[in-house]
């Protein structure tokens, strides 16, 4: 069985700080993949950043980091310098390479900056 | 370029009542197709996903049912509503590979009174 950890379930940030939104995951397949997507108030789904299982460097995406901990199956969201448009809910997820059609998410963090 | 439409953006319908939204992709073939609700302020539930015309792969047992007719075509049905079935809803394709991101259209939000 695969699953998805996100443990805050709310966060508030001051602006131009830095924030690491948490998520674990839990798998037995050794390839697989995980990503990130933002939601704004709007609903949209939006892809920020991907980290495969068998990359040795953390993936980044401009502001967009990811903190992987292979052994921890810990696949952390950094965001540096928010902005008020960070504001949203964010969602962890994975897929795994042996059953690469079913893709699973996290609960989820929302996340506020303040001015 | 791909994209995916998805409608109606907002429906609300009595309970017992029939729905059925529907989904499609441009610009992509034989894609991966995925069906998510979300409750408010929750996480997306994976509900049904296909990997071609005719399978379909339900996660959750509930009143919903899914179909998909032609290759880029994803349906969502209900014969009869309830009320807990209320939520976004959302319609999502990937490509074939574990490293490939889903897109996901502009959602539904249905509910059920």
């Known amino acids: 069985a695969q699953k998805i950890t996100q443990t805050q379930p709310g966060m508030f940030v001051q602006e131009k700080e830095a924030v690491t939104l948490d998520c674990t995951y839990d798998t037995s397949d050794p390839s697989y993949g995980l990503f990130w997507y933002k939601q704004p108030s709007s609903g949209e789904m939006i892809f920020l950043i991907y980290?495969?299982?068998?990359?040795?460097q953390n993936a980044t995406e401009g502001r967009y980091s990811l903190n992987f901990q292979k052994a921890r199956k810990s696949a952390n969201l950094v965001i540096s310098a928010s902005q008020l448009g960070d504001s949203a809910m964010y969602f962890c997820a994975m897929r795994r390479y042996s059953s690469a059609s079913k893709i699973i998410f996290g609960s989820g963090t929302r996340l506020s900056i303040r001015p | 370029s791909q994209t995916i439409h998805q409608w109606p953006a907002t429906l609300v319908q009595p309970v017992g009542s029939p729905l059925s939204l529907e989904c499609t992709v441009e610009g992509t073939s034989n894609p991966n197709l995925y069906w998510y609700r979300q409750a408010a302020g929750r996480g997306l539930q994976l509900l049904f996903y296909s990997v071609g015309i005719g399978q379909i792969s339900s996660e959750v047992p509930q009143n919903l049912s899914a179909s998909r007719p032609q290759d880029r075509q994803f349906i969502l049905s209900s014969k009869k509503l309830l009320l807990s079935d209320s939520g976004f809803y959302l319609c999502?394709?990937?490509?074939?590979?574990?490293?490939?991101?889903?897109?996901f259209g502009q959602g539904t939000r249905l509910t059920v009174v």
């Open positions: 980290q495969g299982s068998y990359d040795q």
């Open positions: 999502a394709w990937s490509g074939r590979g574990a490293d490939t991101e889903a897109f």
